[in-house]
C-alpha cells in the first residue's frame, strides 16, 4: 500500500497531541485515586470515563449528565448486588428498558448500563458508595474532555418500534450470557456482556459492521500483544501500553476507525497485565479476551437477525423514520 493510500489511517500529529494529553489529564484521577484510596476505587474512575465515551459523541451536553448519573447508580447497583443472582438479573432487566429512552436520543448511543452492573457485581467492592462515587467522577471527566475536544456526532434517534424490540432482545441477550458466565464461571465473564451491549445497536448494518470490527480488532491486537507481553520486560509492556492507550484515544476522535480502535484497545489492556504476570497466564488472558468478544459479537448478530430484524431503524433528529 502506497503512503498516500495510508495516511487516511495514520491520525495527525494534532489528533496524536489531544489523545496524549487526555491520557495524560485522566491519569492523573486514576493514579490519585489507586494511591489515596484503593484499586477498586481507581478502577471505577477509568470505567466512569471509557464507559462515557459513547455518550460524549452521540447526545448533547445535558444528556450527557444523565447519561452519567446513571453510570454512577448503575456502578452503585451492581456493587450492592454483589453475588445475588436474581437481583442482579432484575436490575439488568431494568438498566435493558432504559435504553429505549436512550435509543430515542440516538441509535449510536450504546447499552452499556447492563454491562456496568454486572462488571461490579463480579468485583463486588467493599465501599458502594466509594465506587459511585468515583464513577461519577471519572464520568464528568469524560464529559469535559469531550466538551474540550469537540468530539460530537449527530444523533440518530431510533423509530419506537425497533427501538423496543432491540430493548427486548438486549435484555434477553445480557440474561443469557450472566447465566451461562454463571454455569461456567468465566474468569472476565463480563467481557462478553460488554463486546454484546457495545456493537448490538437498534441498526442492523452498523452492528454488522461493530462486529466484525470488534471480532478482527481484538484478536489482531491480542496476537501482537500477546506475543510481545510473554517476551518483552515490564518495562517494555509499560512504555507500549501508554503508546496503545494514545493511539486508542486518537482513534476514538477520527471518525470511521472503530477497527483500529479496537486493534490498539486489546494491547493496551494486555500489555499492561503482562507487566505484572508472566507467560501462560498473559496468553490465557489474550486468549479469553478473544474468544468472549466472538461470542459476544456472535449474540448480537442472532438477535438481530432473529428479534430487531434488518432495516433502517434511525429517522433523522425530529422527523419521520428514514
Known amino acids: 500500500m502506497s503512503r498516500m493510500r ?11 497531541a489531544r489523545a496524549a494529553a487526555i491520557i495524560a489529564v485522566a491519569a492523573v484521577p486514576v493514579v490519585a485515586a489507586w494511591w489515596l484510596l484503593e ?9 466512569g470515563m471509557t464507559f462515557m465515551v459513547a455518550a460524549v459523541t452521540q447526545v448533547a451536553l445535558a444528556r450527557q449528565f ?5 453510570v454512577g447508580l448503575a456502578a452503585l447497583a451492581g456493587a450492592l448486588i454483589a453475588d445475588n443472582i ?3 438479573l432484575v436490575a439488568v432487566v431494568v438498566a435493558c428498558s432504559v435504553q429505549w429512552f436512550f435509543n430515542q436520543w440516538s441509535a449510536g448511543l450504546v447499552a452499556l448500563l447492563p454491562s456496568i452492573i454486572f462488571t461490579y457485581s463480579l468485583s463486588a467492592p467493599s465501599h458502594p458508595m466509594r465506587i459511585a462515587v468515583m464513577a461519577w467522577l471519572g464520568a464528568a471527566i469524560a464529559i469535559g474532555a469531550a466538551s474540550l475536544v ?9 423509530d419506537m418500534g425497533v427501538a423496543a424490540r432491540h430493548v427486548l432482545a438486549l435484555a434477553a441477550g445480557c440474561i443469557g450470557l450472566i447465566l451461562l458466565n454463571e454455569a461456567m464461571g468465566f ?5 462478553a456482556v460488554l463486546t454484546f451491549c457495545l456493537v448490538f445497536v437498534p441498526l442492523a448494518k452498523e452492528t454488522t459492521a461493530r462486529v466484525k470490527n470488534r471480532v478482527l480488532g481484538t484478536a489482531a491486537g491480542a496476537v501482537v500483544a ?17 503508546v496503545c492507550a494514545v493511539l486508542t484515544v486518537a482513534y476514538a476522535i477520527m471518525p470511521e476507525k472503530d477497527l483500529f480502535y479496537t486493534v490498539f484497545l486489546t494491547p493496551t489492556i494486555i500489555l499492561l497485565y503482562g507487566a505484572s504476570k508472566f507467560g501462560l497466564e498473559v496468553l490465557g488472558l489474550a486468549g479469553e479476551r ?7 459479537g456472535l449474540l448480537a448478530i442472532v438477535l438481530t437477525v432473529t428479534i430487531v430484524r434488518p432495516g433502517r431503524a434511525a429517522r433523522p433528529p425530529g422527523g419521520e423514520p428514514a
Not at 66 to 70: H, N, T, Y
Not at 236 to 242: F, I, K, M, P, R
Open 39 to 47: 484499586e477498586h476505587a481507581a478502577r471505577s474512575v477509568y470505567r
Open 86 to 88: 436474581l437481583l442482579l
Open 290 to 296: 478473544v474468544g468472549l468478544t466472538a461470542l459476544g
Open 226 to 242: 500477546a506475543s510481545i507481553a510473554v517476551a518483552a520486560p515490564r518495562v517494555v509492556c509499560l512504555v507500549l501500553a501508554v
Open 150 to 158: 469537540k468530539v460530537r456526532r449527530e444523533p440518530r434517534p431510533a
Open 66 to 70: 444523565v447519561a452519567g448519573s446513571l
Open 187 to 191: 474468569p472476565h465473564g463480563n467481557w
Open 6 to 16: 495510508l495516511l487516511p489511517y495514520v491520525p495527525p500529529l494534532k489528533t496524536l
